[in-house]
């Protein structure tokens, strides 16, 4: 994203409802907005552009998403092997992200699985990688809300 971008409201609301529904047909995100569908195009359009919106991607039904269990696991990890190890973390499909933390650990990652076995499949690989030290990991027991 260029430094100059500018969102305005406008932008803000057609992407909140971008994110709750990214299929939704730029005739209903008009309708919302209250403005022409021209006017939704070009705004997607140079949204698009412009890097703020970098893609659009899947999200699972709750149904489905309820069997999954998801565990965040904090890493520490030794700085000159940081790299590799996020590549290899990128290699794991279970791995849905990566992120650098301040605190006492290096990494946060968030794993998703359809059984204990295959989490503890997951985090036996992952603890095992080079560059990776100490781990802890939590459960996710309920979702209250997600915004992503």
Not at 7 to 24: T, Y
Not at 88 to 95: E, F
Request: charged residues 30%; positive net charge.
């Amino acid at each position: 994203m260029r430094r100059n971008d500018q969102i305005d409201e406008a932008d803000r609301k057609l992407l909140a409802l971008l994110r709750e529904d990214a299929r939704m047909s730029t005739a209903a995100l008009a309708r919302k907005l209250g403005v022409a569908r021209t006017t939704v195009l070009e705004r997607m359009k140079r949204l698009e552009r412009d890097g703020v919106v970098a893609g659009y991607t899947v999200r699972l039904h709750s149904r489905v998403q309820g069997r999954m269990l998801r565990v965040h696991v904090l890493l520490s990890v030794d700085p000159r092997q940081g790299e590799a190890v996020v590549e290899a973390l990128r290699a794991i499909p279970q791995v849905h992200g990566v992120y650098a933390i301040s605190g006492a650990f290096d990494s946060l990652v968030f794993v998703e699985g359809e059984t204990t076995e295959e989490i503890d499949g997951v985090l036996d690989a992952i603890g095992t990688l080079p560059g990776v030290g100490r781990t802890q990991s939590s459960l996710v027991l309920s979702v209250k809300f997600d915004r992503r």
